[in-house]
């Protein structure tokens, strides 16, 4: 009884002891900083987020912050009009973006991991050599690559958006642009999970080597079920790439309704003289909520400690 | 159930990294062999070639009559426990153990009666469900044992696998082991740099240094009859006593004392070696005796050391415990010349 008495004083007076209020000063900068840079990246959001709730005249005239002065002007009327008006197409956008970016995540994210694990655990000549030249293609500006790749898809392959529609083949006309996503994602996959999979711990592939396993099924039994947070924030990474991405998109599929994303649907909602441009907050919002739905469902994988156990006592 | 044969076996790394040099042990079936040594000393690499973890850069390790050299580690019918576990951390107790049966794409019902037995030879049936995170050290270990029981290996091989427990855990795993050998009567070999497992455990014990193998014999023959210098202070604690001595004929003259030598021997200069216990408060058979100048004394209950200078040498002494002696003191103790070893100089290999 006394000892479980004698706990709570003893936090009690180290609660205001001289260290503790020298811990809790020495943190201050590092919450400001903290707190500072998120305003920062949340004030455009929550801009935009006001100016979707704002009519056309007023986004025209106005700051968006000018708004809270007069509440009477908020509206709904941007999402009604996105959702409603059949010519911004925005069903069919959605689907697109899925259809693009499903495939154009698993691509790169199953094959980099294959790659890793060689990278990683297996020995072949020029190993290191081979790595350090795809660490260097993560220097690579994608634009770089452009006009040699749609020149080889349209010129050697003839693989036009129209072309690959005539063969009636579902998701056909998107290949051309999942080739090119899982080309510019797999770099960095690789780069990634092969950091990851080099600090598993080399006594798991040993044993396993010795019950039996082989390079596949060490593969699938082990390395992956433990890469899952390095194989979660991967899939984060590349998919949010791929759905936010317009230039790419436009570059490789154009903007033939059928199959463009939403990103470009987005884009062609204003025209050059700003007319729509109140749509274009709405609709933003709009395809934010995949990302965010991508996001929330996987960060609980995010936590790392799923090796505990494993080795040492 | 096989012998294993390092026949000249050697492991380099590069040209002038060799970390194994010619080694040549014979492993009985069912015997309990441990290679013990310092840190560094080959003893790891040696079982790792056998576990077909390394190559073999020349001569040939046999299991049984077959040369394994080029065998897979999957094929060689050996199992092996090492220092960290190495666990499967996201498969359950029962699943860790299941996979090498898995791996042999052996029967359900088979994997399930395998991993049943072993459970209950280890005492783990409560915790077949767990992940190895909810588990404690010892059971960790029991289950990296486990997973080694169910494929009824040819060999056991072990890698200091008591090396992360604590010491009464230790101890207990220790015996354990002794009577799991026996059970399951396989050959084991085991590695470890601590020499009580090695004398405690082994059958047979392997002592190697700079991936030289310095001597092979029992717990006896190696604390009784120490081939060398390095064995007979590697094995023993306290360590035996070293004292720079000049021989003639049957006597050896150290700076604090002279000892009557069991045979003659060369005259010239050499190492003699005592243990504490043949340093005593009791007169010696022969009547040798020694004045030591007592520097610390360690009462441990049922044994009494004494640390202190003969001479210009250190001497530890294993005295009754009721003596009472304080640092300071000078004391008579008896030398047993009958269970004194003698060193060459140079080479350091024992005359006796």
Same mark, same amino acid.
């Given at each position: 009884m006394t000892v479980a008495a004698a706990t709570p004083t003893t936090s009690a007076a180290a609660r205001f002891s001289p260290a503790w209020i020298l811990e809790r000063i020495s943190r201050w900068p590092l919450h400001i900083a903290v707190i500072g840079l998120t305003a920062a990246w949340m004030v455009p959001t929550i801009g935009l987020l006001v100016s979707s709730f704002r009519p056309f005249s007023g986004q025209a005239t106005s700051g968006w912050w000018t708004a809270f002065q007069n509440p009477t002007t908020f509206t709904?009327?941007?999402?009604?009009?996105?959702?409603?008006?059949?010519?911004?197409?925005?069903?069919?956008?959605?689907?697109?973006?899925?259809?693009? #970016? &499903?495939? *154009?995540?698993?691509?790169?994210? #199953? &094959?980099? *991991?294959?790659?890793?694990?060689?990278?990683?655990?297996?020995?072949?000549?020029g190993r290191n050599g081979l790595f350090l030249a795809l660490v260097g293609l993560l220097a690579v500006p994608l634009q770089l690559t452009f006009i040699p790749v749609l020149s080889f898809y349209v010129q050697h392959l003839h693989w036009t958006t129209d072309n690959l529609e005539s063969y009636g083949i579902p998701g056909l006309p998107w290949v051309p642009l999942w080739l090119a996503h899982a080309g510019y994602g797999l770099p960095f996959a690789i780069y990634l999970l092969a950091n990851f999979f080099r600090a598993l711990p080399s006594d798991l592939f040993e044993s396993a080597e010795i019950d039996g396993a082989g390079t596949l099924t060490v593969f699938f039994r082990i390395i992956l079920p433990l890469s899952v947070p390095a194989l979660a924030s991967l899939v984060i990474f590349q998919f949010l790439w791929v759905w936010n991405d317009l230039l790419v998109a436009l570059i490789y599929v154009g903007s033939t309704a059928s199959v463009a994303p939403l990103t470009v649907n987005l884009a062609g909602l204003t025209t050059s003289l700003g007319q729509g441009s109140n749509l274009l907050t709405s609709a933003a919002f709009f395809s934010m909520i995949v990302p965010l739905i991508v996001f929330l469902s996987l960060q609980r994988y995010f936590v790392r400690g799923i090796l505990a156990g494993s080795v040492k006592g | 159930?096989?012998?294993?044969?390092?026949?000249?076996?050697?492991?380099?790394?590069?040209?002038?990294?060799?970390?194994?040099?010619?080694?040549?042990?014979?492993?009985?079936?069912?015997?309990?062999?441990?290679?013990?040594?310092?840190?560094?000393?080959?003893?790891?690499?040696?079982?790792?070639?056998?576990?077909?973890?390394?190559?073999?850069?020349?001569?040939?390790?046999?299991?049984?009559?077959?040369?394994?050299?080029?065998?897979?580690?999957?094929?060689r019918d050996i199992a092996m426990v090492f220092q960290s576990y190495a666990l499967y951390p996201h498969m359950s107790v029962f699943d860790n153990m299941a996979f090498p049966l898995q791996m042999q794409h052996m029967k359900k019902d088979e994997i399930q009666k395998r991993v049943k037995n072993a459970s209950k030879?280890?005492?783990?049936?409560?915790?077949?469900?767990?992940?190895?995170?909810?588990?404690?050290?010892?059971?960790?270990?029991?289950?990296?044992?486990?997973?080694?029981?169910?494929?009824?290996?040819?060999?056991?091989?072990?890698?200091?696998?008591?090396?992360?427990?604590?010491?009464?855990?230790?101890?207990?795993?220790?015996?354990?082991?002794?009577?799991?050998?026996?059970?399951?009567?396989?050959?084991?070999?085991?590695?470890?740099?601590?020499?009580?497992?090695?004398?405690?455990?082994?059958?047979?014990?392997?002592?190697?240094?700079?991936?030289?193998?310095?001597?092979?014999?029992?717990?006896?023959?190696?604390?009784?009859?120490?081939?060398?210098?390095?064995?007979?202070?590697?094995?023993?604690?306290?360590?035996?006593n070293f004292v720079p001595v000049t021989t003639s004929d049957s006597t050896a003259k150290a700076s604090g004392f002279e000892a009557k030598l069991p045979k003659s021997v060369p005259a010239g200069k050499g190492t003699l070696g005592f243990r504490p216990e043949a340093l005593t408060d009791r007169t010696s058979p022969d009547g040798s005796t020694m004045t030591v100048k007592v520097d610390v004394v360690e009462r441990l209950g049922s044994d009494q050391f004494l640390y202190g200078t003969t001479g210009g040498d250190t001497v530890t002494a294993r005295v009754d415990p009721r003596m009472k002696v304080d640092p300071g003191d000078t004391v008579q103790l008896g030398l047993d010349t009958r269970s004194i070893h003698l060193f060459d100089a140079q080479t350091e290999a024992a005359f006796f």
């Open positions: 709904l009327s941007n999402y009604t009009d996105v959702l409603s008006q059949s010519t911004t197409n925005l069903g069919q956008a959605f689907f697109n973006s899925f259809m693009i #970016s &499903i495939p *154009a995540t698993v691509l790169p994210v #199953s &094959i980099g *991991a294959f790659a890793a694990y060689a990278f990683a655990w297996m020995k072949f000549p | 159930m096989a012998s294993v044969t390092y026949d000249h076996v050697v492991k380099r790394y590069t040209a002038d990294v060799t970390v194994v040099k010619d080694l040549n042990v014979d492993i009985k079936d069912k015997e309990f062999m441990v290679l013990v040594g310092p840190s560094g000393c080959g003893k790891s690499t040696a079982l790792r070639m056998l576990a077909g973890l390394e190559t073999i850069t020349e001569g040939q390790i046999r299991i049984g009559d077959r040369v394994v050299n080029n065998v897979a580690a999957k094929d030879i280890l005492g783990l049936d409560p915790f077949l469900n767990r992940k190895p995170r909810a588990l404690s050290g010892g059971q960790r270990q029991r289950v990296a044992l486990g997973r080694a029981i169910v494929r009824s290996p040819k060999v056991f091989l072990l890698d200091e696998p008591l090396s992360n427990l604590d010491a009464k855990l230790r101890g207990q795993t220790r015996i354990e082991l002794q009577k799991l050998h026996r059970e399951l009567e396989t050959t084991f070999i085991y590695v470890t740099h601590d020499q009580v497992e090695a004398m405690t455990m082994g059958d047979r014990i392997a002592i190697m240094n700079g991936g030289i193998l310095q001597q092979v014999g029992t717990p006896g023959e190696v604390y009784d009859h120490p081939a060398n210098l390095f064995v007979a202070g590697f094995i023993g604690t306290p360590t035996m």
